[in-house]
């Protein structure tokens, strides 16, 4: 099983279009639960990151962790054509054994049309 | 102030041969990490360092070696290349809750 599992996409939505983003994983040891988006030939870029369970919200986007259901969410609102990127989702243990890896999963890619 | 530098950007290699891929940091930050990227499938973590003198498999290490010859350099071999290991790998640094991201090196073993 791997330790992040994001549900593949493509995602296609028109403009102005509320965009769900999800995964999960399997560890339970101390972490931060972060997303990234990697626009075409570029190295990805944070967007946001959080370590507890609840909401956190950054202008359009929300992050959202279930620790009890090993669950996290990226939400987009009121979509834009720049939204259109691959959004990978990022576990970073912060303690244990594996203290410092950082798994991503396997990338969405989201298209915003006009 | 150049972040993580990768070198190099592209490389075509025969089966069989070797190469060394470069990653080199002027962030000061402890742990450094190389990742394949292969269409759908994210990015798999070969090995990553999470501090000067250590290093730990990932998720996909093997026909890979790293060395973290210091704080700042973080290097990743290819000692018999195979077209398996045709892949966009970039090399990336972090400290606490951020990881930065080299440009990549698109690598195609024929």
């Known amino acids: 099983q791997k330790e992040v599992e994001q549900d593949p996409g493509p995602l296609s939505v028109p403009e102005g279009a509320i965009v769900s983003l999800n995964c999960t994983y399997s560890?339970?040891?101390?972490?931060?639960f972060m997303w990234y988006r990697q626009y075409s030939r570029k190295g990805p870029e944070l967007l946001m990151y959080t370590y507890s369970s609840g909401n956190k919200e950054d202008g359009r986007f929300t992050a959202q962790v279930d620790k009890s259901s090993k669950y996290i969410s990226l939400f987009i609102r009121d979509s834009q054509p720049s939204d259109s990127a691959t959004y990978l989702c990022?576990?970073?243990?912060?303690?244990?054994?594996?203290?410092?890896?950082?798994?991503f999963g396997q990338g969405t890619i989201l298209t915003v049309h006009p | 102030n150049a972040g993580v530098t990768q070198t190099p950007k592209f490389q075509v290699l025969k089966t069989g041969q070797s190469m060394t891929l470069q990653c080199a940091q002027d962030?000061?930050?402890?742990?450094m990490y190389w990742y394949r990227q292969d269409p759908g499938m994210g990015l798999r973590l070969i090995y990553y360092?999470?501090?000067?003198?250590?290093?730990d498999k990932g998720e996909v290490p093997n026909g890979y070696n790293v060395s973290r010859l210091n704080k700042r350099e973080f290097s990743l071999r290819l000692e018999s290349a195979a077209p398996s290991q045709t892949s966009v790998y970039f090399c990336a640094n972090g400290e606490n809750t951020e990881a930065f991201f080299g440009q990549g090196t698109r690598l195609t073993v024929v």
């Open positions: 990022a576990i970073l243990n912060a303690g244990g054994t594996s203290y410092g890896k950082l798994t």
């Open positions: 962030m000061n930050h402890n742990s």
């Open positions: 560890n339970s040891a101390f972490q931060y």
């Open positions: 360092s999470a501090s000067e003198g250590t290093t």
